[in-house]
T-cell receptor
């Protein structure tokens, strides 16, 4: 079945570093992908919608200059956390709707645990 | 603004029990509703997807129902097993594929 691959699964880095997270759809094209953040013992919060070939749409309260999203191809979206600080430490997960159809399941990556020291 | 609520927040049951997890949403204008399982520190595993025109879906010991007009869904787990221990998340998908999650129900099944 359809699979979404997310890399890396775990990142530990120093404050001020920029971190790039990749999300790939492995056997289907994804014109739209979604990025979520999950703090410990909380649910997933949608951060932004990544659109192939156009600018991402950010949810209210999410800094677009802090969380740069690029969706350069039909199978790859990247999230870059720029100048990361300890408060950015979280679990980041991407998803893509199967075949780009709203009546199909959303497929999620395995997530990236980001720890900023 | 769509809000999704899950009750209970946590549940501990002995092995073999049948149990029901509840999900409610405030705006009935949804395309579909999806139930997920999340193990600690892991990503999401899709369990069941119910289209807005459907009433229920079944997969093995799992059955999910949807009453869109009342803004409710339930996930029924039959004959629970210790391996079912996880957090169960309900999510509604609205326009633009926007997915809104509930806070989840943490389930612990005791052997």
């Amino acid at each position: 079945g359809a699979v979404v691959s997310q890399h890396p699964s775990w990142v530990i880095c120093k404050s001020g570093t920029s971190v790039k997270i990749e999300c790939r759809s492995l056997d289907f094209q994804a014109t739209t992908m979604f990025w979520y953040r999950q703090f410990p013992k909380q649910s997933l919060m949608l951060m932004a919608t990544s659109n192939e070939g156009s600018k991402a749409t950010y949810e209210q309260g999410v800094e677009k200059d802090k969380f740069l999203i690029n969706h350069a191809s039909l199978t790859l979206s990247t999230l870059t956390v720029t100048s990361a600080h300890p408060e950015d430490s979280s679990f980041y997960i991407c998803s893509a709707p199967d075949g780009g159809r709203v009546d199909q399941p959303q497929h999620f990556g395995d997530g990236t645990r980001l720890s900023i020291l | 603004k769509q809000e999704v609520t899950q009750i209970p927040a946590a549940l501990s049951v002995p092995e073999g029990e049948n149990l029901v997890l509840n999900c409610s949403f405030t705006d009935s204008a949804i395309y579909n509703l999806q139930w997920f399982r999340q193990d600690p520190g892991k990503g999401l595993t899709s369990l069941l997807l119910i289209q807005s025109s459907q009433r229920e879906q079944t997969s093995g010991r799992l059955n999910a129902s949807l009453d869109k007009s009342s803004g409710r869904s339930t996930l029924y787990i039959a004959a629970s097993q210790p391996g079912d221990s996880a957090t169960y998340l309900c999510a509604v998908i609205a326009g633009g594929f926007k997915t809104i999650f509930g806070a989840g129900t943490r389930l612990f099944v005791k052997a």
